[in-house]
């Protein structure tokens, strides 16, 4: 299995991991144990949770960004924003923003931000 991308949770007990294959798994890191595993047929580039850990984003192949709730991870909207792969996604430390690097042809990084406001 390759892993293309991990992070933690907010609280520092979960780590989300996902493979080439577009499945992310949860793993509490106490008990070394899978919480949930989620499938996706699309191209998952880059995951994340907002800082309130009621939200697990993710970034696709094509452009959008899914947000789903958590734990429940039930699709609660997907923001179509660029016609190319976002790869990656992080948070801004006081919430108001949320920057994002795309990839694009005829260059390599664009750079993007959106307002969570």
């Known amino acids: 299995m390759k892993i293309i991308n991990i992070c933690w949770s907010p609280d ?7 493979n ?4 992310i798994t949860f ?11 989620e499938q996706f047929k699309f191209e998952v580039n880059e995951i994340s949770w907002n800082n309130d850990w009621d939200l697990f984003f993710l970034t696709s ?16 909207y997907t923001l179509n924003a660029h016609p190319a792969n976002f790869i990656c996604i992080e948070f ?6 949320l920057p994002l690097v795309v990839r694009t042809p005829g260059q390599y990084f664009g750079r993007s931000r959106a307002s969570l406001y």
């Open 12 to 18: 520092g007990r979960t780590t989300a991991v996902c």
């Open 20 to 23: 080439k294959d577009d499945l």
């Open 27 to 37: 793993i509490d890191v106490r008990s070394h144990r899978s919480n949930a595993e």
């Open 61 to 76: 192949g094509q452009g959008s960004i899914d947000l789903l709730s958590y734990p429940g991870l039930k699709l609660q």
């Open 92 to 97: 801004d430390p006081k919430r108001k923003t």
